[in-house]
């Protein structure tokens, strides 16, 4: 929705060329319409990448179940749902474990200015699935306070007195199964005229302050709408303008409005600008907490000079440090910040369209909403078709998605979702999680305080990939966290945050035997963290310990001194797939067929999946790195279903320096290039249905093998080499089908 006058926006009647030819429609951004990176090729390593399996990922959320039908009934199009918006809030499942209550929230009346009704469902798997719609009364996703009281705000303001409105505010106690409503006031040093709209999901600064972004009109400026924000100090009971993001200039507008705190603390707000053809992004930029903005710029991306269509503006900082942009219209679309500012914008593609050829703003309105469901994954919320506005003979208009039978996913009023991989650089992610929850990880640690209202204070929420400041493990005064872990890694990176919006001081050490540390391996002084930041690191060892510093001026229940742990990640020379993209290709791995990342849940969060169901190619994912005359290939397999066998190999180019092969039944053999067959190493039954490790240390001449711990062979090169520089997983052949399995930990270094 646009402004309270408008009953549809005037940018969806204005037909569009369909061929980007003229100078005119030059100007305005072309979004790539396919991932920027197809599921062929996920790109290097050391990237940024914003990943999503293909479109048959993107699932109902409502109508639910998806209909059969691709085209609604009259009566299924009175079903109105549009406008998403989406947040998520940590919780403990029944089982113990961290995980995230989804709610989805859409607007079920047309486009109009009316009493508003909306609909919400609910998530409990991280958006994989959501259950029945129900009323509720929230227009804007809400967010939790640092009190625990969910909080979120109406739609529309009405006007008290010249400098005065008033705006619902909703907030429950019991996680949004219940809300309660009062009206909170909104005053301006301004004299109004009318009322205004509150667009956006509220923020929570550290300090307590509550912010939530209005556009209104004032007997200054006339009838043009300026983009402010409101702030209040008493947890929600009245507000006061603290500022004006973006004011009305010549015949340029700003309304829908999303600000978010950034990584160095700044708020970013990115808004819509209308008053031209379309509409457009723009941007500002707050360093006091959103008293005073810089000067308006229309918002650039990556690569492309020209200016951003797009409305309803989404922000989300992940909890590793990206930063999100979501919009839409024409399509709905999402670009990536590295540096968690916004200062620059970058793989920029469509999540999703619904078009009818006829024109590009056709279809889904461009409102979008996001959430977290980890450090790196998030689920975007979209609808299909945008709702009608009203005619002013009161008959609807259904201009931008008529039931015309041409839209490519029909003319349904539907709510949708997309999970997408939000990645960092770098592949080696240790899934500190599933490892601590698989008995490879234990702790000793003094953070262990605990609050009743704060289940996911525990020494554990360091690792649950969120960085909400009560999701963290936390001590009264000094804390001493160490991590004993299964084996010896190589680490190559660490990513920290401490205590959320307050300045903190930590030291991270690595060591072999877990009582000699030596000197830290990484030093934070005095850092304000807002989501993770990463240093490098050169080290190795089974153990990590890190050291928080105490710090004054905790929160009251904690007392006068305390230390925090909000989130640790750890990273190492091991390809463990954790920051690869789901349902695509591993990162920096070659000669990739029927090969793709996947989310099982057996030992690993995710793994490499190979998965042969083809005649006519091998299910393969080969890796080359540096050369060395002696290479260790360790690896952890498990069997989905294997009719025949797998292959893994060392490499020294196109040679073959070591071939083995896992049977179906377990046993391991190699392949005698000499004899021209294969040679049994080990018996069925070695290799298990489970996971196992599997290790081979090799020199150019020879190599041991083991299974587990234990060493089951000793075995000649298959071929003669003077150095080995890569390696590969295959299924048993071309012909052969039915194999399917996984690969995890994957490690191959010169020891």
Request: neutral net charge.
């Amino acid at each position: 929705m646009l402004l309270p006058r408008a009953l549809a926006a005037a940018c969806l009647l204005v037909p569009l060329p369909l061929l980007q030819s003229t100078a005119y429609a030059a100007t305005y951004c072309s979004i790539p319409d396919t991932p920027a990176l197809t599921a062929q090729e996920s790109g290097p390593r050391e990237g940024y990448l914003a990943g999503s399996g293909s479109d048959g990922f993107v699932d109902w959320i409502h109508p639910s179940p998806k209909p059969a039908a691709k085209e609604p009934t009259a009566a299924q199009r009175r079903d109105y749902a549009g406008f998403p918006n989406l947040s998520a809030v940590d919780v403990v499942g029944p089982d113990g474990t961290p995980g995230q209550k989804l709610m989805a929230t859409w607007s079920t009346n047309v486009d109009a200015v009316m009493a508003q009704t909306s609909a919400m469902a609910v998530s409990d798997d991280g958006g994989v699935t959501f259950g029945p719609a129900r009323a509720t009364p929230l227009r804007e996703a809400p967010v939790q306070l640092l009190d625990g009281r969910m909080f979120g705000t109406a739609y529309y303001l009405t006007r008290v007195d010249a400098r005065t409105n008033e705006l619902g505010v909703h907030t429950s106690t019991d996680l949004g199964e219940t809300w309660t409503t009062v009206k909170a006031s909104f005053t301006s040093p301004d004299e109004l005229v009318g009322g205004g709209v509150a667009h956006g999901v509220p923020i929570q600064l550290p300090d307590g302050t509550i912010l939530v972004t209005v556009y209104a009109r004032y007997t200054a400026t006339g009838d043009k709408y300026q983009a402010e924000v409101y702030a209040s100090t008493d947890g929600g009971k009245s507000f006061a303008r603290r500022g004006v993001v973006a004011r009305s200039a010549g015949t340029a507008t700003y309304n829908e409005t999303a600000v978010e705190q950034t990584a160095d603390g700044s708020l970013l707000a990115v808004m819509r600008k209308d008053g031209g053809t379309y509409s457009t992004l723009a941007w500002s930029r707050s360093t006091d907490e959103g008293r005073t903005w810089s000067a308006v710029r229309d918002l650039q991306l990556s690569g492309q000079s020209c200016t951003v269509r797009g409305v309803a503006p989404r922000l989300l900082l992940m909890p590793n440090g990206v930063l999100v942009l979501s919009a839409g219209r024409p399509d709905d679309w999402l670009a990536l910040s590295a540096d968690g500012r916004g200062d620059s914008w970058t793989q920029q593609r469509v999540t999703y369209h619904n078009r009818d050829g006829v024109y590009d703003a056709h279809g889904s309105s461009g409102y979008t909403g996001l959430a977290a469901v980890g450090a790196n994954r998030l689920v975007q919320v979209f609808d299909n078709c945008k709702l009608p506005g009203v005619k002013t003979d009161g008959t609807l208009n259904e201009t931008a998605c008529p039931a015309s039978g041409r839209f490519e996913n029909g003319s349904w009023y539907a709510i949708k979702r997309r999970h997408l991989d939000i990645l960092t650089p770098g592949a080696g992610k240790i899934d500190l999680a599933a490892k601590h929850r698989a008995g490879e990880l234990t702790l000793d640690t003094t953070m262990t305080w605990a609050g009743p209202a704060h289940p996911r204070v525990r020494p554990d929420g360091a690792f649950d990939g969120s960085t909400a400041y009560w999701s963290s493990a936390i001590s009264q005064g000094p804390g001493e966290y160490v991590m004993h872990l299964d084996r010896d890694y190589t680490f190559s990176k660490v990513g920290l945050s401490l205590r959320p919006g307050h300045a903190a001081s930590a030291r991270v050490y690595v060591s072999q035997d877990g009582s000699t540390w030596g000197e830290p391996v990484a030093t934070v002084t005095d850092r304000v963290d807002y989501a993770l930041r990463y240093q490098p690191v050169t080290a190795t060892g089974r153990h990590v310990k890190i050291v928080v510093e105490p710090a004054p001026g905790c929160d009251p229940e904690i007392g006068d001194s305390c230390a925090v742990l909000n989130e640790v990640e750890l990273y190492s020379t091991t390809d463990t797939f954790d920051n690869d993209p789901i349902w695509l290709r591993p990162r920096g791995y070659t000669s990739l067929s029927a090969a793709w990342v996947s989310p099982y849940a057996v030992g690993a969060d995710r793994a490499l999946t190979l998965s042969d169901k083809s005649t006519s190619l091998m299910a393969k994912a080969a890796r080359t790195t540096t050369a060395s005359a002696r290479k260790t290939l360790e690896f952890r397999y498990r069997p989905v279903s294997v009719a025949n066998s797998f292959l893994f190999t060392v490499t020294s180019g196109s040679t073959q320096a070591y071939h083995l092969s896992i049977s179906k039944a377990g046993s391991i053999s190699r392949y005698d290039a000499s004899a021209r067959k294969w040679s049994t190493l080990a018996p069925a039954g070695t290799v298990g249905d489970g996971w196992t490790r599997i290790r081979l240390e090799a020199t150019t001449s020879s190599a041991t093998l083991y299974a587990g711990d234990r060493q089951i062979a000793t075995l000649p090169r298959t071929a003669a080499v003077t150095s080995m520089n890569g390696y590969a997983f295959s299924s048993a052949g071309t012909a052969p089908t039915g194999d399917e399995a996984l690969f995890d930990d994957v490690r191959f270094e010169d020891r």
